[in-house]
């Protein structure tokens, strides 16, 4: 079964701190992952994906992710967090590529 | 704007009412999909479908939803005798399929349900 976790429902960073917000995905075989973000009254817009290749992937918005088999993680980094950060952003696993499993997303709070 | 769209945004209904919601994808997009996210979760998977063919329904998906897509475009959900309990928000998305394992979804905005 596939499923993610993750860790922290609401994170809230100073404008220009680092953004981390973690993700740990359950798969018996290695799975295609991805960031998603949601604005309000928006739909999802990718941020980044891994599915083969380089580890460390980086996405828009200056986004990057590093997938960690060792430690089943994914998680989701920024160096330097912009007011226009703030969204929810949920973290999704697939092994098709088709069905997505989605984590309960975690709201990110940008402290000016 | 050639993003995916749906319609209505908003729908407030009683309970025991039929409701019936449209996506539309991306033109050149074979593949549609149906999520449904409630308040504090992520978007759960209901069901798609390449062209007309409905591939993949989950166990979500009870008897009282049935979604279509007649011609292989527009798709439709519709909700019967809704309940309380079906108040969420639900997306579509779609994507193109040329073989391969992996195909990027694009998301809708989604149909805000609500039951009273």
């Known amino acids: 079964a596939q499923s993610v976790t993750q860790l922290g429902s609401h994170v809230s960073v100073s404008e220009g701190a680092l953004v981390l917000l973690r993700c740990n995905y359950s798969s018996s075989v290695p799975p295609y992952l991805f960031w998603y973000v949601q604005y309000p009254n928006q739909g999802l817009q990718l941020l980044l994906k891994y599915t083969t290749g380089a580890t460390l992937v980086k996405g828009i918005n200056g986004f990057e992710a590093e997938f960690k088999k060792s430690e089943t993680s994914f998680h989701l980094t920024k160096p330097s967090a912009h007011m226009s950060d703030a969204a929810e952003y949920f973290c999704?696993?697939?092994?098709?590529?088709?069905?997505?499993?989605f984590g309960t997303g975690t709201s990110l709070t940008v402290i000016p | 704007d050639t993003g995916v769209s749906q319609d209505p945004r908003h729908k407030i209904t009683k309970r025991g009412q039929n409701v019936t919601f449209r996506c539309d994808p991306i033109s050149e997009h074979n593949r549609l999909y149906w999520y449904r996210q409630t308040l504090g979760q992520g978007p759960e998977f209901l069901t798609y479908f390449q062209n007309e063919a409905q591939l993949e329904k989950s166990r979500l998906l009870s008897d009282r939803f049935s979604a279509e897509r007649p011609k292989g475009s527009f798709s439709t959900l519709e909700i019967q005798r809704t309940e309380q309990g079906d108040s969420a928000m639900y997306l579509c998305?779609?994507?193109?399929?040329?073989?391969?394992?992996?195909?990027?979804?694009?998301f809708g905005p989604g149909t805000r349900l609500t039951v009273l």
């Open positions: 999704a696993v697939s092994l098709t590529g088709n069905q997505f499993y």
């Open positions: 998305a779609s994507s193109f399929f040329a073989g391969g394992s992996y195909n990027e979804q694009f």
